[in-house]
């Protein structure tokens, strides 16, 4: 009766960000929002999409096809992929439902940046950079919740891979051979060299503007510069972030100094 009410319990906590038709074999594509898995979305999409065979090109209109969103809807169903599993993105906070993770991780300086300037797209902050950094709802404190949810209460029983958006940048080719050998899967060089193109930010730029032209709902300016310097945040601004995710920083970004990259205001 005990583990019925808990596993009860477990079911009704992490509805929202559970797909409807769960399954074994999900693998899970995971961000704090606006750490670049949109990008990484259009790469693996358009691999998977060659790998299938079949024609055309990912974009905006599609991509979910074959990456869909569980935060936008729980009914995930089958995906045009051949790859004998789903991959499935999601912004959620640690789900013990999800037996396969890839963790994309983007550093708090430039993670909080675009998240904020995001956001105030929506119109759902009204608020200075300095005092988003401070709200209780989506500041820093959030990032740092969500990302130790998954290095902290990640078990033994979940596959955790980590991929850092800095590195996706550097060597992307490198890191899409490294996510595809982790999902098993060996994937010639070209075609990933030309998925890697088709996702360019130049690329998805013009993909987007299409799909903005013909989706009236559509008022976002999504696809940013995907820059990975500090030189728009205050002195204060970076000491903030640094004190209150040091921790975090030096697991995980051990080899950035970031003091450096900062341009001094």
Known sequence: ????????YRR?????????????????LVEFPKSGVTWLSFILANTIQKLSGVPGNINFFNFTQYIPDVNYSRNIGNTKSELGFRIIKTHAKYNPFYSHVILLIRNPFNVMLSYYKYLSQLNVV????????????YGLENWVSHTESWLRRAKGGHRLQIVRYEDISQNPLIIAEYIFKTLGIEVDEKILSNSIELSSFSEMKKLEKLYTENNPNYKLNFVRKGKTGTSEISIEDFNY?????????????????FNKIILRQ
């Open 1 to 8: 009766m005990i583990a019925f009410i808990r596993d009860l």
């Open 12 to 28: 009704i906590k992490y509805y929202n960000s559970t797909p409807s038709d769960l399954r074994q074999g999900d693998v899970y």
């Open 126 to 137: 009204n608020e200075d950079f300095s005092k988003f950094l401070k709200n209780k709802e």
């Open 241 to 257: 972030i640094l004190n209150n995710s040091k921790n975090l920083i030096s697991d995980l970004w051990a080899d950035i100094d």
